[in-house]
């Protein structure tokens, strides 16, 4: 069974808690909403679970009912009671521990894993590039993000909303928008809408390129992404390499897919 939104407000007010913004915190409190994210994430009998941001453990439950094995990561000392609480009975690990400071590839070493979640807003891009870059055990996501981040996620080249998190994506895997949220199924609701995104690696040999040094020519080719590349790479690249990697140095960085970006950076640390 998942919780209704009197039982969440019931479970708030019971442990005197009003939602963070500093955290991002916004609960999901439609049962229908929780179990559509489990069926989407195609959870088998199981299956190892990594939560992010549980919250009072909506999504916990209905990752729980299709026979996930759950191990969730909570920062807020009191919604780790109320996580107690709702999963007394229940088979979950829980760690308190701030998601953006945590050892992924320590913890989550070995086996395969699905992050599933309704991710912080203010969090939601850094934590899955940096999941993306160290845990590769973590082979799926399937996260609730703010729509203008999954916009940005899944973006293609050409595109305003193509930018560094949009080519690091797809560096490692395959994303898509799966499903669009209205700001009702949350308390507090939030001002905008949200969406679903499946992120799903790859089998792209990710070592066929310094990684360093392609994120670096990325990071720099968008942060001025009006110039050309000529002009926002600057030293970093010669005209050569441009040349030895049929990029056109007067394009700009929204122009280039994710095998451009290689190439180029082949030629840079050759």
Not at 48 to 72: F, K, M, N, R, Y
């Amino acid at each position: 069974m998942t919780l209704t939104r009197t039982e969440v407000r019931d479970l708030l007010d019971r442990y005197q808690i009003s939602p963070k913004r500093s955290l991002g915190q916004n609960f999901v409190v439609e049962p229908n909403t929780v179990r559509r994210i489990a069926e989407l994430a195609e959870i088998e009998t199981g299956d190892q679970v990594l939560e992010i941001g549980p919250g009072v453990g909506s999504l916990t439950l209905a990752l729980l009912d299709q026979g996930a094995q759950v191990t969730v990561i909570e920062i807020d000392d009191k919604l780790i009671e109320v996580l107690k609480e709702v999963t007394a009975d229940k088979q979950v690990k829980i760690l308190h521990e701030d998601a953006m400071n945590f050892e992924f590839d320590n913890h989550f070493a070995s086996g395969k894993w699905k992050l599933v979640a309704n991710l912080p807003y203010n969090i939601s891009v850094p934590l899955i590039c940096n999941i993306l870059d160290t845990t590769p055990s973590i082979n799926e996501m399937l996260v609730m993000v703010q729509s203008e981040v999954a916009d940005r996620l899944v973006a293609s080249p050409g595109t305003k909303t193509y930018g560094f998190p949009s080519v690091k994506i797809s560096f490692y895997a395959e994303a898509s928008v799966v499903s669009r949220v209205p700001p009702s199924v949350f308390l507090p609701r939030p001002r905008v809408d949200s969406a679903i995104v499946k992120i799903k690696r790859h089998s792209r040999i990710t070592n066929e390129v310094n990684k360093e040094i392609l994120f670096s020519l990325v990071r720099a080719g968008f942060a001025h992404r009006r110039k050309t590349l000529r002009r926002s790479l600057g030293v970093m690249v010669t005209e050569e390499e441009f040349k030895k990697s049929n990029i056109n140095s007067k394009a700009r960085a929204e122009e280039l897919n994710i095998d451009e970006w290689i190439g180029l950076a082949r030629e840079v640390q050759s």
